[in-house]
């Protein structure tokens, strides 16, 4: 769905490990970029995080910090939009009632439970329980290590708290990658100069067609 807003260009790119992505808008055009070494669960808060600088921040260039719990006004607000984001008020207190009817108590088994169904990173969620005060300061750091392991052992896969897979830590989507297949359609641009267009946005797969392989392995279901 974020493929789709008309402005926008998304760029998944490993940066290290002090900042989780960028927002930079010029006129008309926005550039989003998602640390891709984080985890698929926290990219997921930090595009979230970056959609608030894009619709609700005046800046024209923000680069975000990797840690959440950020006192800087308008990183706090980014924060707390995207943790309503992927989970909303009531689907999130309506889960939280359920886990408390089922276990008694939000226990670790309950936060994977929460993590695992709004798709977010045990950080991002600690965050919005600490915020919702359904956790005690004590009771979230106590939840902040081992994380893969705990959710393995509970018959959870892993994928959420890893990076994604390796040939999606770099690559473009949305508006650069429409402009220059209309270049090309235009017949401005040489297929040559589309193709280096393409492979600068790290998208081999088109170039290339990495992707098709022969036409009935295409899965229509
Ligand atoms: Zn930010």
Redesign the pocket.
């Known amino acids: 769905m974020v493929h789709t807003i008309d402005a926008l260009t998304l760029v998944f790119y490993p940066m290290g490990g002090h900042i989780s ?1 960028m ?1 930079l808008k010029g006129s008309g055009d926005v550039l989003i970029a998602i640390n891709s070494s984080m985890t698929d669960g926290r990219q997921r808060f930090s595009l979230a ?2 959609l ?2 894009h619709f609700y921040d005046d800046m024209t260039t ?1 680069i ?1 910090p990797r840690d959440i719990n950020v006192t800087a006004d ?2 706090k607000d ?1 924060n707390v939009f995207a943790s309503f984001f992927l989970a909303p008020p009531a689907a999130l207190s309506e889960k939280i009632k359920e886990i408390r009817t089922k276990r008694k108590i939000l226990d670790l088994a309950g936060v994977i439970e929460l993590e695992q169904h709004f798709k977010m990173s045990r950080g991002a969620m600690l965050f919005r329980l600490l915020d919702e005060g359904e956790l005690s300061q004590d009771e979230a750091s106590s939840m902040r290590s081992r994380i893969i392991y705990h959710a393995l052992a509970l018959g959870y896969d892993d994928a959420l708290y890893r990076p994604l897979q390796k040939e999606k830590a770099m690559i473009t989507y949305g508006r650069y990658i429409r402009q220059v297949e209309e270049l090309l359609r235009l017949d401005l641009i040489s297929n040559g100069r589309f193709e280096e267009l393409l492979l600068e946005a790290f998208r081999p797969d088109i170039v290339y067609g990495l992707n098709e392989g022969n036409e009935g392995d295409e899965l229509i279901d």
């Open positions: 992505g927002c995080h970056e608030y600088h923000t975000c308008v990183e980014a």
